[in-house]
């Protein structure tokens, strides 16, 4: 006798990446085995086999005991249609388990360990428990840098990767990326429309905010489509030579996106799981020369300079043995970058420096040239030392302004854009003196308490830069919100820390 | 405008020791707050706060959007009916997530640190990722003794404690414990009924088998009743000295029992861990004078002499500055101790010892008479090395059975014994030799495929142990199952590794 096939439903839980199977306690599989919550269970229908982790369940209107129920991950993943029949055993641990423990116990891991490791996670075969283990046994420096080019190698090799070299003949495919941490830093939106007028691909594909008030993708959104189809994406590149798009569709790093599910709240971001998921994701994106922003700071990423030389010259032993050109940018990363935060006020600053507007922020069009200067000096044909002059002779000619447009339309554009949130709260100054110090990470809560970046009209617009006077009660920062439960929240953290330091400034005697 | 208020609903999932909240898409509160999978919310009601991590539901049947949907745990741990209006915020990280994130950068934590951390586990502010980086972050020996003691103290802190001292009056409260690992290793049933069949204080509260195929707990229930309210326990600890019960409800150590609900599916069981698990729970259970156990062979937890003995002197460490007098005998843990594994099988096993059935497993009488002596000793009227003798005795007078008679007796004599599993399978030796290694962490996934511990009657019965003489053909082991299924699972894995190694016997020449 064997076990009875179960009738496979769609549970519409979004369980997060992670496979959830429910099983009533009364299916005869749940009372025969033993299962127990939590247990890892194999299920196979249709040829396909996925691992999951088991929910015991006691309410028939989610699953009758005759039923297999999967969550949102699961149901897609085993891609057969409900009613389908399907069976359930008890799960072998992934067979890459092993090499876990030992990096657990601390030893190093051999390229085929690390392999398998990623295998297994992009296979979705790890739970959410084993993958916070995997990210706790990784942090800080504990892969060292052979561990981390491995790494990085098999994340490129679990997924999907593009090809431009028909398209550049043997020139280069650029790309500029920043580590992040600094709200308003949208550089991106500046370099790419700038570069790409001076002829150069760079085909750039973005992430939606982890743990930020807003992405390159999200701000990208308020003026144009930036979920495309991949045929799409490519012809939108021959015609305009770039594009600003949400890289989540081209499954280019499967095994980056799962663990960035429990990277991000455990707010954990260590410096070999870095380079493996930039480095790999560039990579896989097709991108020969890459302009790397270091941006440090007391509540930078990277707080000090020695900090950030040791995270450089990791990023380029990895990016020189996987064949990737690096130039490694440090910056500034005292203070946000610009005015606004959240996705709607920072392509208001976009479009500002864009139009050479005198309101536009100085701090983020000046960061923006240097960074478009360098990827301009990846052109063979550009002498060194000249690429900020071309950059800025670019964006003051309004060329890039029209490049924008070009590829605004090409991507499709945002007919009614969305508007600000008319909810807003301003924060003051306690007293008079001048701003001496700004919290990027309490500033980006306190936009993400308003909202953004789901809420795109959510966020916080800085009314005062470090250095700035200021009498006491002139505002510091608008926040804006949608919805009269945010601006409570947000307003309720600000009151607790407004993540503004104002300083008596001394009069002179 | 305030957030408005969602009523509660009960959401028949166990998700197994971690609270979820479950919010519909349209849910005005995720629309607004942009709540994304895995955030986690507080939730308020009646004066009661949780927090919980966040499932978004796109199914009616589920949740409605106007209503807050809680996890068993949850539910059970708001404590309001079904229907009570609550309402939801964005959680703040746990006081003690700082604390967490040193220790997983590697530094040493305070003694303030420890409790801080053990407090929000056992009040269920940690999901299931940040237990897990906890588990990993203080594996092996990545906490320092005193960082064990101060978990031991914080564990002890959180939870309810008994108090027997009413009762001995100065005198000993006597428990015996092993670390695990060993399959049929049920000695802890043989050593309470000699121990209080002598007089003393012995009220034992076990665990159920957490990766094992049977605990104390899962036995002793094969017997009589082990799930018992605190005033029935402490009235049969005082007509009978002891007791032989489920420790699971009497909260001795509630933030242990959160932390093995990962650690169980990470197979992690790390010293410091170990020892504060254990040693917590028996100081908040009133013992004064532990005998522990610890096994050391090539498949038992602790695989040599050094490792074990840098084992006794972490769990002495903490053991002394917190008052317990404690004896670490160290066995011989090279196979598994009886003959039957699973709950039914080792009861059998048990009760052939209490009959001085000439059935009964030497090694595992040998082992409990050893074990009973050392507690005996405790008895300051009992002269050093008379231990042993006085347990004998009380075993091979009948004394020892009449007293399990009478613990079974108070706790409720279960009138249908169980009945083995009736599907059986042999496993047979490929050639002629003699058994020269059993495996035991292979036995014992053999025998929880086959059902144990969940379902009673299953296990696994040894025929042949080290040592023994075998021909090809004859059975080495006899699984027994209740459902097909199970025994199929089972079959198939000792089909691919049997746990047995059988080698050629010299023929004497």
Known sequence: MNPPDLRIRRVAIDTWRENVAYLHRDCPVVRASGFQALSKVTVHANGTTISAVLNVVDDERIVQACELGLSEDAFARMNVPEGHAAHVAPAEPPASIGALHRKIGGE???????????????????????????VVATNGYDLD???????????????????????????????????????????????????????MLCPKTSSRAITSPAGTADTMEVLAEVELPFE???????????????????????????????????????PGQMVASILSKKIAAGSTHLVLDIPVGPTAKVRSMPAAQQLRKLFEYVADRLGLHLEVVITDGSQPIGSGIGPVLEARDVMRVLRNDPAAPADLRDKSLRLAGRVIEFDPDVRGGDGWRIARDILESGRALAQMNALIDAQGRRLQPPALGEMTHEVIAPADGAVSAIDNLQLARIARLAGAPQVIGAGVDLLRKQGDAVQAGQPLYRIHACYAADLGFSRDLAARDSGYTVAATTRPS
């Open 108 to 134: 190093r891991l051999s390229r085929d360990d690390l392999h398998a490791i990623v295998r297994d996670i992009a296979q979705a075969r790890y739970s959410k428990i084993e993958l916070a283990a995997f």
């Open 145 to 199: 840098r052979d561990e981390v080019l491995h790494l990085t190698e098999a994340m490129i090799a679990a997924g999907r990767r593009l090809d431009w070299q028909h398209q550049v003949r043997g020139g280069p495919v650029v790309d500029k990326h920043c580590i992040g941490g600094i709200p308003g830093n949208r550089t991106s939106m500046l370099v790419v429309p700038i570069v790409t007028a001076h002829g």
């Open 232 to 270: 799409r994406l490519t012809q939108i590149v021959r015609d305009t030579n770039g594009c600003l798009v949400w890289g989540g569709r081209a499954g280019l790093s499967p095994a980056d996106d799962i663990l960035i599910s429990v990277e991000r709240p455990l707010a954990i971001d260590s």
